[in-house]
């Protein structure tokens, strides 16, 4: 799966058809393929690619390029994010049948919607977008299709300000049961997210994918490799440990359960003394 590097929505969205067909998503910019991400492609021995979104994600140039290695394209071409999201779990349904459920997340902020590609991977529902305070037309059609979604159950990423409690309602009046993952802020919401992943499918925390809340790249791409590594997926402030309260209450708690904890990004993502803390309140100490 290719999503864009400059914006969250694609490769959030991507993340339940990722899982569908066991690769990742790598990230690119719109304008041509970059050379390491070719090389990844290579390294992969990858036969088929999916580009999330039209040419104003990810150019003709990058699709010729991506072609050029030998590799079949095909692209999700959605005319809005909206599209692209519902095309992706028209695509999930086409390959493996109909999910079971849906998330449904905020199309333009991604603080609460990080998380959730971990929750689209192991329960195997699609990621719809929505604005806040009004079901999305694409999110609708996916969600009233049984054919994209067999049973009338969505869960919403976030709290009130993410996706609103009339979104939430609309939803119900519709027959659905809703389940809101939230919490006061984005680290407080991914603990959310991890303790229903872990309570509710097979995944474990061994390991567990640490990465930062503060930009959304590097735990767009770690939530489908937690998922094909049979983890989960959890949000740290990379440069102020003091500021990701949730996260440190969740290490404390399930310390015992959590065997790798693996580092998404460099430095400049967590930094060494976040990483110290983490490990210290691991250890008890």
């Known amino acids: 799966m290719l999503a864009r590097s400059d914006e969250f929505p694609d490769a959030l969205t991507g993340s339940s058809l990722a899982a569908e067909v066991e690769g990742p998503i790598l990230v690119n910019p719109p304008d041509a393929l970059r050379d390491d991400v070719a090389d990844e492609l290579q390294r992969l021995g990858v036969e088929q690619v999916y580009l999330a979104g039209g040419t104003e994600a990810l150019s003709a140039q990058v699709e010729q390029d991506v072609a050029d290695l030998g590799v079949t394209t095909t692209r999700l071409d959605g005319n809005t994010r909206y599209h692209t999201a519902e095309l992706i779990a028209r695509e999930v349904a086409d390959l493996g049948g109909p999910a079971g459920n849906a998330v449904l997340a905020r199309d333009d902020v991604f603080a609460d919607a990080l998380s959730a590609g971990n929750l689209a991977t192991w329960a195997r529902a699609p990621i719809l977008l929505t604005q806040r305070d009004q079901l999305h037309g694409n999110a609708e059609n996916a969600l009233t299709d049984s054919g994209v979604i067999a049973q009338r159950d969505a869960f919403v990423a976030g709290g009130d300000q993410a996706v609103s409690q009339g979104v939430a309602a609309d939803l119900r009046a519709r027959g659905f049961t809703v389940e809101r993952l939230a919490g006061a802020e984005r680290y407080a919401t991914a603990a959310s997210i991890v303790e229903r992943v872990i309570g509710g499918t097979e995944a474990t925390l061994d390991p567990l ?64 003394s976040v990483v110290q803390q983490m490990q210290a309140t691991l250890d008890g100490s």
């Open 209 to 272: 994918y640490m990465a930062t809340g503060r930009d959304f790249a590097d735990a767009l791409v770690a939530g489908p490799a937690a998922f094909h590594d049979g983890g989960a997926l959890m949000l740290v402030d990379g440069r102020n440990y003091a500021a990701s309260h949730a996260t440190d209450d969740f290490l404390a708690a399930r310390r015992d359960a959590v065997g790798r904890l693996l580092i998404v990004g460099g430095t400049a993502a967590i930094n060494n």
